[in-house]
């Protein structure tokens, strides 16, 4: 089992649509980290989060890290094309200075 | 900004034959993580080091072998290649043994044939 799971595992939507992918766990976090990563390219890191509640905004993209510490989500607004990747969340696990992967969310935005 | 940088960025061997991937982080990051992703998955952690000593261990095979260097770039030395070592291998630095983001380099594609 994974320390932090992603859902969806996979989206397909329609370019101008709305989305949210989730990042759960039952254990708390120091930060955590969003990625996002293109067929053939590593990961390149979007945001960190690292105060429960904290909401940052990246131009469409939005992340918030729960209250608790032990979940996230990203939201895209009016998904594009661009948007389409596998996105991973990434946590510091709280105590432990070791970082673990979510599973993925593998996004496709259709034109 | 500099970023991690990786070499070679694509390696083609032969089953039993040996490869060595190169990682150089980003300057003043003394911390490097190593990661293998196969085809459709996410990346599976390999193994890391902090101020050249190795600080954690993850899926690696035997066969492996990495060590980082007083520059603090890293090598990961692998053996007796076989057919499923055919992945995408991501290095990833960070400063003070990781506490803080990791910053991934562009990858080394092995395929071995």
Redesign the interface.
Known sequence: TQLLEQSPQFLSIQEGENLTVYCNSSSVFSSLQWYRQEPGEGPVLLVTVVTGGEVKKLKRLTFQFGDARKDSSLHITAAQPGDTGLYLCAGLLYNFNKFYFGSGTKLNVKP | AAG?IQSPRHLIKEKRETATLKCYPIPRHDTV?WYQQGPGQ??Q?LISFYEKMQS?KGSIPDRFSAQQFSDYHSELNMSSLELGDSA?Y?C?STQG???????????T?LTVT
Do not use: I
Request: hydrophobic residues 30%.
């Open positions: 991690v993580y996410d990346p952690f954690d995408l991501f990833a043994g990781g506490r803080y983001e990791q910053y991934f380099g562009p990858g594609r």
